[in-house]
């Protein structure tokens, strides 16, 4: 179901611009960021550096599939020290389409559980429900700001939130526990800020 | 001193006319605000990447154009990249002209799709000569030791 982003159902206490996307003191959040805009990948990139991610940002769907070691259906055993805790992708790409990665994601039984976020730069109501359907965490209407990576939070913690009983990672953010439990993903309207 | 404080009032000035003239909008003050110590470039670095992916795709679409037989997808692909690289940093007017762009494409409508083609070429030098007399306002700030005004 979709939500409205204007209306920010939770209110982080941050310090500054950025927010500490952070699943652990120890653990920064991997982010693989696919986009075959050069442009849209700088901004991307800094998006989530500024908000305490480690990124990894790829071209196409196709290097983010043999990053992720799915491309010739290799073992991802060699891969455990690049751990990805998000996938973030446009949607519109020349050869393989966000969607289509979505899929390929989602059919992996090693990968099936990272949460896949869609970035695209048409508010299409069907496209927004085929991927949601198809297991998107999350939709955001491009040109992304701060406030769309500081939603993607959910993903990353509510994940993280349900296997922990720590409560001590969000000692900083407060969060409402029907956010952290609803898998219900929200949309972003275009003219949000 | 005043100096300084003149070169900041310009800027200000200058910008603030950016934005009400339309050449800049919201996703501008965006990157600015992804801009710090440790990234005191940031948004010159993009701009400048825009520029580059810019002036290509005004180039492909140029070509795409003079075809013999026009491929419109092909045309629309390369709009569509425009639209959004240049909503991405925020040049408002350059990608109102991609997407009346685009609905000259999807009518396969020539003669609409090379007006719009012209005058995309014309926003985005315009646009491009401002962003960098901006960019030299700021470095003349920078230079007389003054500190760049944020303008959120």
Known sequence: ?193 | MDVIVQLQAQFVEYTTSLYREGFLDDQFTQLQKLQDESNPDFVVEVVRLFFEDSEKLLNNLATALQQQCVDYKQVDAHVHQFKGSSSSIGAQRVKNVCVAFRNYCEEKNLEGCLRCLQQAKHEYYLMKSKLETLFRLEQEILAAGGSVPMMT
């Not at chain 1, 799915?70 to 446009?90: A, N, Q, Y």
Request: overall charge neutral; charged content about 35%; aromatic content about 4%.
């Open chain 1, 1 to 193: 179901m979709a939500r409205n982003g204007v209306f920010s159902r939770r209110k982080w206490l941050e310090k500054s611009e950025g927010f500490d996307l952070s699943l652990s003191d120890s653990h920064e959040a991997h982010v693989l960021a696919v986009d075959d805009s050069l442009v849209d990948r700088k901004v991307i990139e800094r998006l989530l550096k500024i908000s305490s991610c480690k990124v990894t940002a790829v071209d196409s769907g196709r290097r983010a599939l043999q990053f992720l070691g799915l491309d010739e259906e290799k073992s991802s055993v060699t891969f455990d020290g690049l751990k990805v805790d998000l996938i973030i992708t446009d949607y519109c790409m020349p050869g393989m389409t966000g969607y289509e990665l979505l899929k390929k994601i989602k059919e992996s039984s090693t990968f099936r559980e990272i949460p896949v976020v869609i970035m695209s730069s048409e508010n299409i109501l069907a496209r927004i429900h085929r991927c949601l359907e198809e297991g998107a965490e999350d939709f955001i209407v491009k040109p992304v700001k701060l406030s769309d990576v500081k939603r993607l939070k959910d993903c990353m913690l509510g994940q993280d939130r349900m296997e922990s009983e720590d409560r001590g990672i969000n000692k900083r953010k407060s969060c409402e526990t029907s956010d952290i439990l609803s898998s219900s993903p929200s949309t972003s309207p275009p003219s949000s800020r």
